[in-house]
Structures are given as C-alpha cells and as structure tokens.
C-alpha cells in the first residue's frame, strides 16, 4: 500500500463517520461534508490503486 491508498481510505471512513454523526444531530450540512470527504477519498485511493499498478508494472517490466 503506498500513502494515497492510506490517506485515501483514512479520509472514506472519516467521512463515513462525519456523514452519520450529522444525520444523528440532524445537520444536513454536516451529512453533505461527510459525503464529499467520502467521494474525496475514494478517488485519492484509485489514485493510490493506479500509481501502484503503474510501479508493478514497471518492475515486472524490468525483471523479464
């Protein structure tokens, strides 16, 4: 796992939490944020899913 994957997955379930501890207070802004860090964070972690692809692939590139 490389640091975006991490970052990534860290800032899903933070969201997760943000969005449900605003449903339980009511606040609709608060169930708003926690859905956008989700988004945020699940695409940080494709990310982090490509660039490791990305660095398999040149390694087994190397080894042949």
Do not use: T
Not at 45 to 62: P, T, V
């Amino acid at each position: 796992m490389n640091s975006d994957q991490i970052k990534g997955k860290a800032k899903d379930i933070g969201g997760k939490i943000q969005e449900e501890a605003g449903k339980a207070v009511g606040s609709s802004e608060q169930q708003a944020k926690g859905l956008g860090n989700q988004v945020e964070g699940k695409v940080q972690e494709k990310y982090g899913d490509l660039k490791d692809s990305a660095n398999k692939d040149s390694i087994d590139r190397g080894n042949r």
